[in-house]
């Protein structure tokens, strides 16, 4: 109910480090992504930070959660339009808009680019000159470890039946109408039945992406029911079905509705002394 600014400050913060630290843009297609910071301890207790050029396929949620904050947080006035113009958004929500579309086409291209249609579980961005010769992906990623088909997979080949990228869909056609996300969640759909269905009932893990006669896991992952296909059903579904206005999703695609506190709680980032 934008009743408690703290949280909007939270997340201002929070995206303004994501973009300072995290993001950066592949060779080839200068796609956007998000490295890894990977604490290194030093002598007298200093903490260095590396950079690990891995994006997980739960990465994928941070697409959307920039277009809903644009939106929302990032509203210049009362009224938003679908798409947003220009002049409805902040500074800093223009700058998430752009970076929101940018990361939902980047993971898109991890699933568009292998053999099943399906993202592995992990990817990693080449850096010119990394010398990277890995057997799958292109010239912007690649799945580490990769081998030729008849070879066994590495465990980051794999497409668990995760929900980010199709939650991120379904947010991006909520808050732009563009009939794009839908063709893609279709696309994913499809691959999913076609890959991951298992003839007895059920859906299953796929243990390589890039092997279309690859092995499944005996097992279906419990987010499968309770977020990837309610957002594939929600991307179908018309827009009174569960409005943004109206309901949160939270990170369990449970719906919680908006409300106005009875009580209002005086909190604060600053921090202060006794």
């Known amino acids: 109910s934008k009743s408690e600014p703290v949280y909007r400050e939270m997340y ?20 956007t992504y998000a490295v ?3 604490p290194a301890a030093r002598r007298r207790g200093r903490v260095d930070w590396n950079t690990e050029q891995r994006q997980d396929h739960i990465a994928c949620f941070i697409g959307g959660s920039l277009l809903l904050g644009a939106t929302t947080s990032g509203a210049s006035g009362p009224v938003v339009s679908v798409p947003p113009l220009d002049e409805e958004l902040t500074e800093s929500a223009r700058r998430d808009w752009k970076t929101g579309l940018e990361f939902i086409d980047t993971c898109m291209d991890t699933y568009k680019r292998t053999a099943t249609g399906l993202a592995a579980d992990v990817v990693h961005f080449r850096r010119r000159g990394d010398g990277e010769t890995f057997y799958s992906g292109n010239l912007d990623w690649f799945i580490k470890g990769s081998r030729p088909p008849q070879r066994p997979p590495p465990y980051d080949a794999r497409y668990m039946l995760r929900p980010e990228t199709v939650e991120s ?18 696309d994913i759909f499809q691959s999913i039945e076609k890959y991951c269905r298992v003839e007895s009932g059920g859906y299953a893990t796929i243990l390589n992406v890039d092997d279309v006669k690859s092995k499944l896991e005996d097992k279906m992952e419990p987010f499968f029911l309770s977020e990837t296909l309610k957002y594939l059903f929600l991307l179908f579904s018309d ?32 921090l202060t002394s006794s």
């Open 12 to 31: 201002a913060d929070a995206m303004t480090a994501i973009h300072n630290r995290l993001l950066q843009k592949s060779p080839e297609n200068n796609l």
């Open 36 to 38: 890894e910071l990977i």
């Open 169 to 186: 869909l379904f947010l991006a056609y909520r808050l732009t109408g563009d009939e794009i996300y839908r063709q893609h969640g279709w």
């Open 239 to 270: 827009s009174t079905v569960l409005p943004l206005n109206k309901y949160v999703l939270n990170t369990e695609a449970h719906p919680l509705p908006i409300f106005t506190p009875d009580t209002k709680r005086e909190w604060s980032t600053t």
